[in-house]
């Protein structure tokens, strides 16, 4: 019999036998020995059966037995569950263990109605680590409620990994905090709140500062510019600089800023790990530093600055994490690395292959996590293919070659537009393929129920395949455009002429390239009534939601304003371009219609996003629309 597909992640081996029972009234539990006991009380196991029952049971109803058992040969995150006439068997070698049995009865127990069918499940997972990065240093920084909401979300996947990436000011450095008056970040006290609510659920909370490269917020201070490569900006083939985001890695101040980060931030951390991300350091060993890079090459002049910052964690008696990029076009620094630094590798388009650098950090005996991501930075409403192809290709080679784990990434660029719900395809995917590869690759079906049941909570059952249809718009583009979408890129550069707009495009590919990005050719064909037409589906599609969860009403007004976005940016392509208009009256007719449908999203946003997130970040976020809306009001001369 197939693995049911109310079973998420689809565990490793599902036998059932074909009978059943009456659904429990009841639990009674039971213990082998005392390290049973030990867990059981650990875990509240009791009451935590208890309460996935529909109504408190009266002790003169017959019980169901629960039986729950210690068995050191399992895996120490896997698990044995058992339903027969007998009860039910719970064995595991470690609470952990026991902790994701329970998140598997609960699903069983809240999708089977009236019997439940007797089974056998043995489990564990692939990837030892199992992880979601979620960042915050770009604009947007969640309410405390909504961090514990999403610990518990991912808890639920069987992840054991977060992190919260920072580059800017998103927690509260009191040596600095004058430097950003205008910032609402995290406090010492909020993270360590939040390092113990995740490790109650077996999750790890690992600190995550860059240090290097994207250092953009700190470099455009005045009193830090100088720590800059190039504190005028970066010198390009491009018709303009690139920004001051690399700290000049000779300058001992660079190092003692960095420090002074690591020093405040690090204590409020029970995990033995410390991102010290160091990734795209662009223009490094070009500016301030050339002499040192001319001495001795640019990739030991990047790895002389990392072992400063390696002996920084490590006086924290923490472990180094660092993003993998340099040494992917530096190998040579690759048997240079202390054994104790993990190696985040990470890429972001499905055509992109995890496989060749994989295979050489597992000859070099790197320890190494692959890291894919959602795909829903840069465009609104994700882009689903894009997100299966690249996470199948991280997990299939990371398992292939030795990964110790897989962290999904949810960057912000673009302005940090999407929704939480935008977000839940890509995590649920990445928890289904590092927790069982082949049980999980093509369960789209298992994928798509959990969406809908657990993460978005909607009865109608459509919710999974909404979002992941959401996030294919993008394929009505018809753009080469890489890591995003050409609607969130339309309504980041604003109103144009059709010439301007061109030529801008046509410098996308040499930006990529600039960025490390494959440079394809700019191509699109885009069609206007085609996108309407589909906007028009999905908009009754969210109207068709049955959402009873206690933020029901603000995901559904999250996916509107989703779908506002999405028909502004292809309103704005339809004017630039002039399709379909019977005269200039009639184009000026839909420059104000756009005009009034981006106040309402706008108005939607800010609303939208301080129902979650901090209000620091919250005028950069919106700085596109509110220059958009400007344009408009040039252009109809108001």
């Known amino acids: 019999m197939m693995t049911p597909v109310y079973l998420y992640p689809q565990p490793r081996r599902y036998v059932a036998s074909g009978e059943s029972s009456p659904a429990a009234e009841r639990f009674v539990v039971r213990h082998a020995d005392q390290e049973a006991l030990w867990m059981a009380e650990k875990l509240n196991v009791a009451n935590r059966l208890a309460g996935l029952l529909k109504a408190e049971a009266s002790t003169n109803l017959p019980a169901t037995l629960v039986f729950i058992e210690h068995q050191s040969g399992l895996h120490p995150q896997g698990y044995i569950l058992e339903w027969s006439p007998a009860g039910l068997r719970l064995a595991a070698s470690t609470a952990q263990g026991l902790y994701y049995a329970l998140l598997t009865a609960r699903q069983m127990i809240d999708a089977q109605q009236g019997e439940w069918m007797h089974c056998l499940i043995e489990d564990e997972p692939d990837f030892p680590v199992r992880g979601v990065m979620l960042d915050i240093g770009r604009n947007k920084i969640p309410k405390m409620e909504a961090l514990f909401a999403s610990v518990d979300r991912i808890s639920e996947l069987k992840y054991n990994h977060l992190q919260l990436y920072m580059e800017g000011y998103s927690f509260h450095y009191e040596k600095y905090s004058a430097l950003f008056p205008d910032a609402t970040p995290l406090t010492a006290a909020e993270y360590r709140e939040l390092d113990a609510y995740a490790a109650e659920r077996f999750v790890d909370l690992v600190p995550s500062q860059n240090c290097l490269g994207h250092m953009w917020p700190w470099l455009s201070k005045p009193e830090l510019r100088d720590l800059a490569e190039h504190p005028d900006g970066m010198p390009s083939p491009l018709p303009f600089k690139i920004p001051p985001t690399t700290m000049n890695p000779v300058d001992k101040r660079s190092a003692a800023l960095a420090k002074d980060l690591f020093d405040e931030l690090l204590p409020n951390f029970s995990s033995e790990y410390v991102n010290l991300n160091m990734d795209e350091p662009f223009g490094l060993g070009t500016g301030v530093s050339k002499e040192r890079a001319d001495e001795i090459g640019v990739g030991k002049l990047y790895l002389e600055y990392a072992e400063q910052m390696f002996a920084v964690a490590r006086s924290h008696d923490k472990k180094p994490m660092m993003w993998g990029d340099v040494l992917t ?59 299966l192809g690249n996470i199948a290709d991280a997990a299939k080679n990371g398992k292939a070659y030795g990964a110790a784990g897989l962290i999904v990434a949810d960057w912000g660029d673009g302005g940090h537009w999407q929704v939480p719900a935008v977000s839940y395809p890509g995590y649920a995917y990445a928890a289904g393929a590092s927790w069982q590869l082949d049980a999980n690759l093509d369960q789209l079906d298992a994928l798509k129920f ?30 080469t455009i890489e890591n995003g979408t050409y609607t969130n890129y339309l309504i980041n550069h604003g109103l144009s002429s059709r010439e301007d707009l061109e030529r801008d495009t046509q410098l996308l590919p040499r930006i990529a390239a600039l960025l490390g990005g494959v440079g394809t ?93 901090r209000e620091g970040g919250l005028t950069a976020s919106t700085a596109a629309f509110h220059k958009l809306l400007k344009q408009y009001e040039e252009q109809l001369g108001q």
């Open 521 to 613: 050719p700019f191509r699109l064909d885009y069609r206007y009534p085609e996108m309407d037409k589909w906007l028009a589906v999905r908009r009754e599609e969210i109207e068709a939601l049955e959402l009873y969860g206690s933020d029901s009403e603000l995901v559904k007004d999250e996916l509107r304003n989703t779908l506002r976005l999405i028909k502004q940016g292809a309103g704005l392509h339809r004017y630039i371009c002039g399709q379909e208009f019977a005269n200039s009256a009639a184009q000026t007719d839909w420059l104000k219609h756009l005009h009034a449908d981006l106040q309402t999203a706008l108005r939607e946003f800010e609303r939208l996003w301080l129902a979650r997130n």
């Open 450 to 479: 959990h969406i809908s049941r657990r993460m978005l909570q909607d009865g109608s059952g459509i919710g999974g395949e909404l979002l992941m249809t959401l996030g294919r718009y993008y394929l009505l583009e018809r753009c």
């Open 329 to 387: 076009h530096h190998p040579e620094l690759i048997s240079l690395l202390p054994d104790d630094v993990t190696v985040l590798h990470w890429n972001y388009d499905e055509p992109i292959p995890y496989e060749p650098h994989c295979r050489r950090l597992q000859e070099n005996n790197i320890r190494y996590y692959v890291c894919p991501g959602t795909s829903t930075w840069s465009s609104i409403a994700g882009r689903t293919d894009n997100m």
